[in-house]
């Protein structure tokens, strides 16, 4: 049970693609456990093995927003069965303090993993929920990809940044989300609630 160094943007492995887990060993018994330790003493909603040095596909979201309302998910070896609709939202990430941009993510999101005791499961994610958007933001993690690579503006994205003392964006990681943006565009102005 330790809370660990949480990875910043900048650092290589960030860009990694993690590799499967074979095995739940102690090992990744202790991960896990860091993980949830982490993303708790940092008052996030979710983490990724990547963000805190380990380039495993693991990571944890606990969209509860208070003790009572605990949810803790533990996802090992994810794969996205479906993905549907578009979300516009405001994302921030524990890799880039207090940077939050505005990015295209899917609405709905069904996943399949393994659990902590290696007992594998599927999980639907509704519509447009805090709950898809972390899903898709821990799950990039894995692949080396980062939610500024989502911005649906890189002019505005590079201001944040850099008021934050980050690097701006590298242009060669910018998703071409088209039929994303195009979605988006037809849906009314709302506002999202802000994840990290
Ligand atoms: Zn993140």
Known sequence: MTVRKIVKYGTPSLREKSKEVHKISKKVQILVDDLYD??????????????????LRVFVIDVGMDAKTMNPITFINPKILKKEGAVNSYEGCLS????????RRYSYVKVKA???????????????????????????????????????????????????GLNPIDAKYLLEETELEEEIQKQPVQEEKKID
């Open 38 to 55: 982490t993303l708790y003493a940092a008052n996030g909603v979710g983490l990724a093995a990547p963000q805190i040095g380990e380039n």
């Open 96 to 103: 880039f303090p207090e940077a939050y941009t505005n990015v």
């Open 114 to 164: 393994l659990d902590i005791k290696g007992r594998p499961f599927i999980l639907e994610a509704s519509e447009g929920s805090l709950l898809a958007r972390a899903i898709q933001h821990e799950f990039d993690h894995l692949d080396g990809v980062l939610f500024i690579d989502h911005s649906r503006n890189r002019f505005e994205a590079d201001k944040i940044l850099t008021e934050k």
